[in-house]
C-alpha cells in the first residue's frame, strides 16, 4: 500500500524554528515528486511548493519562495518542509501528497498524507 | 499563475439529487483538471483526475468533464457521505493552483 505518515502536531512561539517532516511507503519514494499544500484555520488547500527525491530538484509557489524550505532525504524515504523563524500567520494543517507527473506537472496528488497540524502562537 | 474559479461557493441538496459543481481557470488547461473531495478532519481525497478519469475506488456516480477552462465534477444521485468540500485543481502549469472549494450541505 502506497502510504505517506507525517510527523506529528507543533506547538511553536514565533520566531522559532520547525521541521515537520513525510515519510513515504509503498513504491519508489525516488520515482515520484512529492508536494506539500497548507490549508489555513477553515480555509481551501493552497499549493506550496513540490520536490523530485531523486535529485531534489524543488520549486515553489510564489507565495511561499522564501518563506519555507522544501528537502528531502531519499535514504529514508522522507520530505521536510521547514521554517526559520514562524509566524502566528504560519497556523495551519499541512499536507504532503505523492505527485502523479513525471515533471511535477500534468498530474495529479495521490495519495495524501493525514496533515500536520502546525499552531504558532506566543 | 492560472486562477480557478469553482461555483457556487456552497450548495444545499438532499439525498438522492443531481448535482454538478463548475471549475473555471483563467486560461486553458487542457484536460490537466483533478477534483478532490474533502471531509471535516480529513486530507483530501482525489476522485476524478484529467478532467474525466476516474480514480480507483471511487464510486461511479461521480462523473467528471470538460477541456479548455470550463469542467463540471457531477454526483449523479447524493448519498449521506457525499457531503464534503469540493476542489478543482490545475496541473497544466508549473505553478499548481487550486479552486477556492465547494461546500455541499445537506439540505
Known amino acids: 500500500e502506497v502510504q505517506l505518515v507525517q510527523s506529528g502536531a507543533e506547538v511553536k512561539k514565533p520566531g522559532e524554528s520547525l521541521k515537520i517532516s513525510c515519510k513515504g511507503s509503498g513504491y519508489s519514494f525516488t520515482s515520484y515528486w512529492i508536494g506539500w499544500v497548507r490549508q489555513m484555520p477553515g480555509k481551501g488547500l493552497e499549493w506550496m511548493g513540490i520536490?523530485?527525491?531523486?535529485?531534489?530538484?524543488?520549486r515553489y509557489s510564489p507565495s511561499f519562495q522564501g518563506q519555507v524550505t522544501i528537502s528531502a532525504d531519499k535514504s529514508i524515504s522522507t520530505a521536510y518542509l521547514q521554517w526559520s523563524s514562524l509566524k502566528a500567520s504560519d497556523t495551519a494543517m499541512y499536507y504532503c501528497?505523492?505527485?502523479?507527473?513525471?515533471?511535477?506537472?500534468?498530474?495529479?496528488?495521490?495519495?495524501w498524507g493525514q496533515g500536520t497540524l502546525v499552531t504558532v502562537s506566543s | 499563475d492560472i486562477q480557478m474559479t469553482q461555483s457556487p461557493s456552497s450548495l444545499s441538496a438532499s439525498v438522492g439529487d443531481r448535482v454538478t459543481i463548475t471549475c473555471r481557470a483563467s486560461q486553458s488547461i487542457s484536460s490537466y483538471l483533478n477534483w478532490y473531495q474533502q471531509k471535516p478532519g480529513k486530507a483530501p481525497k482525489l476522485l476524478i483526475y484529467a478532467a474525466s478519469s476516474l480514480q480507483s475506488g471511487v464510486p461511479s456516480r461521480f462523473s467528471g468533464s470538460g477541456s479548455g477552462t470550463d469542467f463540471t465534477l457531477t454526483i449523479s444521485s447524493l448519498q449521506p457521505e457525499d457531503f464534503a468540500t469540493y476542489y478543482c485543481?490545475?496541473?497544466?502549469?508549473?505553478?499548481?493552483?487550486f479552486g477556492q472549494g465547494t461546500r455541499l450541505e445537506i439540505k
Open positions: 485543481q490545475q496541473s497544466y502549469s508549473t505553478a499548481i493552483t
Open positions: 520536490i523530485y527525491p531523486g535529485d531534489s530538484d524543488t
Open positions: 501528497a505523492r505527485h502523479s507527473g513525471i515533471t511535477g506537472t500534468t498530474g495529479w496528488f495521490d495519495p
